[in-house]
């Protein structure tokens, strides 16, 4: 039965087609649809009149309200296009309104345009002074864009305007991480896990919390858990209905249909770690298909795994919803989601549920979280007994599903000629600490170990990834303050894959950091015959690199407690014996490894994939 208003809309549009020009009526049913939420048809009736009534603010007013709304609505469906241009048409009759502003620049960003998104921040922000979301969206663009000291006012800026806006303070703790400033470090830790146990709705980001020190395996939990109902509790509901529309996954008929979701199918640390797995899958039994939602870069990276796949979708300019119809309509069985929750996250495809089982794997170091009707995102995390111990599990959302080696590698990394030490600013005769990982990474209380091996050790340097100008900075001051010359720092510029592997040939010790370890870089090195020193945690990421070095039956490199790290390292520097010993040990176990082995991990992980499906089944 139609309503009062449905029949009041159809007198209107009845009116309209005898007289097509009949203002008062075209009105009347612009208004008609705005209550009935039908919005598209809505904008349709106040287009025709804006033409008409050029100057009539009420009628542009109408409209643009309706353009924002279904801006709101594209964007909530991952429609960002669509809701760029609805917030852009807003702005040709707004040009002031800080609102459309904001919303646009949000749109903008999630299609990767970040200087667009810059300029519609600041747009906002001039229209709007005192909207702490803007500074923090414009905190959030420049941070991408590398800006990161920008970055950092402009958070600041968000939490002078806003002192409750939680997630800019996280991302403001983040960034100084990652430009090495640890002024009020350990006060801003403790408040934010403070935030994570008591405000569920704090939007506390899941990977920064990661690598903030003294956090726990349960707080991480909680913080997933948190993130996972604040950010897809609305998809999760909404699975009945999606199935309804057509996701409607099938269990495996011949072969095992593995799909793997990724933002990462380029010149990645991710792309140098599976390529090889990909390759090597047995074709006989599975059908290997690859959803890629990032960034084309054309390097033969990208050109390697298309062809690795049986099938290469990319998905990236569909909404979530669309690209969780793709993965049903190609019956995918298990979806792997390698990006998990960092910055190119697209977790709402997976919370779609568009394949019977979930599983999270290598992107985020940690579990994905549960709902709040005790329904995790993900069915299973692919990890080690080492890294989760049997008596962790409590602390995952997720199922236990245990590999071999939790990493996969590929022996077909390329290497440069080695360069000279002259041409990589190291002296010729120096002992040399190195370590790769990025600088959030380095932590104060880890740095100052380092600080102390350098002054133990005559004539050591430590050889550091240049991330960004700050960080350089930052470090170089921490150092003097510990009594290190400036040029007992070395910092390595970027460069390709094949340069940076053949430079580990000047490293005679890589020491890793604590609470998130070297991952992808822990593994070049061992690549490289290089001996990595880490220090195990009790979290995910604190316990990667021991991970490694177990499968490499290298635990003599493996300490729990920085005491003896620090002893270890000094142990090591001043017997050149032992780690030559080392070196020859890791290249004789190097290519029978777990870690290295990556036949052996394809073999596993198919397993692993059949016991998934078996369970289900039953």
Wanted: glycine fraction near 4%.
């Amino acid at each position: 039965m139609q309503t009062s208003n449905e029949q009041a809309l159809k007198q209107y549009q009845q009116a309209l087609l005898r007289n097509p020009k009949d203002l008062e009526a075209q009105i009347n049913c612009g208004n008609l649809c705005v209550e009935l939420q039908r919005y598209e048809e809505a904008a349709g009736y106040f287009r025709r009149l804006v033409r008409i009534l050029k100057t009539n603010p009420h009628v542009a007013y109408a409209l643009c309200y309706t353009l924002q709304v279904l801006g709101n609505q594209s964007h909530a469906q991952g429609r960002y296009a669509m809701a760029e241009a609805y917030f852009a048409e807003a702005l040709q009759h707004q040009p002031n309104n800080a609102v459309h502003w904001y919303n646009r620049g949000n749109a903008q960003r999630e299609l990767g345009q970040a200087k667009a998104a810059l300029e519609s921040f600041k747009q906002a922000i001039k229209f709007d002074p005192n909207d702490a979301d803007a500074y923090n969206n414009l905190g959030n663009v420049q941070r991408e864009l590398g800006l990161l000291d920008s970055a950092i006012l402009s958070y600041e800026t968000a939490l002078k305007l806003n002192p409750k806006l939680y997630h800019a303070k996280v991302h403001l703790v983040h960034q100084k991480q990652h430009i090495c400033d640890w002024q009020g470090l350990e006060a801003d830790v403790a408040e934010i896990r403070h935030w994570v146990k008591t405000i569920p709705q704090a939007q506390i980001s899941p990977f920064a919390f990661l690598a903030m020190p003294n956090t726990t395996a349960e707080e991480q939990k909680i913080c997933a858990n948190n993130w996972v109902n604040n950010r897809y509790a609305g998809l999760i509901a909404s699975q009945a209905e999606a199935k309804h529309a057509g996701l409607k996954p099938n269990l495996p008929k011949t072969k095992i249909k593995v799909g793997y979701l990724s933002a990462d199918f380029r010149l990645h640390p991710l792309a140098f770690l599976i390529s090889e797995l990909i390759e090597l899958h047995n074709r006989s039994t599975f059908e290997i298909v690859a959803f890629s939602y990032g960034v084309n870069d054309k390097t033969s990276a990208r050109a390697r795994l298309e062809k690795a796949f049986d099938a290469f979708y990319d998905i990236s300019n569909l909404s979530d919803f669309e690209a969780a119809q793709k993965i049903a309509t190609c019956e995918i069985d298990i979806l792997v989601d390698l990006t998990g929750f960092t910055q190119t996250s697209r977790t709402g495809i997976a919370a779609l549920r568009p394949a019977p089982i979930n599983v999270n794997w290598l992107g985020f170091a940690g579990t994905m979280g549960i709902t709040s009707i005790d329904k995790p995102l993900f069915d299973y995390i692919l990890t080690d007994a080492f890294i989760t111990p049997p008596e962790t599990a409590q602390y995952y959302a997720e199922k236990l599903a245990i590999l071999p080696c939790y990493q996969p590698n590929d022996s077909k990394r390329p290497i440069d000629k080695t360069p000279s030490r002259t041409a990589c600013n190291l002296p010729e005769s120096a002992f040399v600490f190195c370590c790769f990982n990025q600088t959030f990474k380095i932590t104060p209380e880890v740095f100052a170990v380092w600080m102390r091996l350098l002054n133990a050790v005559p004539n050591s340097v430590l050889w550091l990834l240049d991330c960004n100008v700050w960080a350089k900075q930052n470090l170089i001051r921490e150092a003097k303050l510990a009594g290190v010359s400036a040029d007992k720092l070395i910092f390595a510029p970027r460069m390709s894959i094949a340069e940076h592997l053949a430079r580990h040939a000047h490293a005679d010790l890589f020491l890793d950091t604590l609470p998130y370890n070297a991952h992808t870089t822990c593994s070049d090195a061992l690549w490289m015959n290089v001996p990595v020193l880490t220090c195990v945690g009790n979290t995910f990421s604190a316990r990667v690199a021991g991970s490694l070095l177990n499968a490499l039956n290298l635990n003599e490199l493996i300490t729990y407690h920085l005491q003896d790290y620090e002893n270890k390292a000094i142990y090591l520097a001043n017997n050149k014996q032992e780690l030559l010993e080392l070196q020859q040990k890791i290249m004789q176990n190097k290519m029978h490894s777990a870690l290295f082995d990556t036949q052996r991990l394809a073999k596993s992980l198919e397993k692993v994939f059949e016991n998934m499906l078996a369970e289900k089944l039953h």
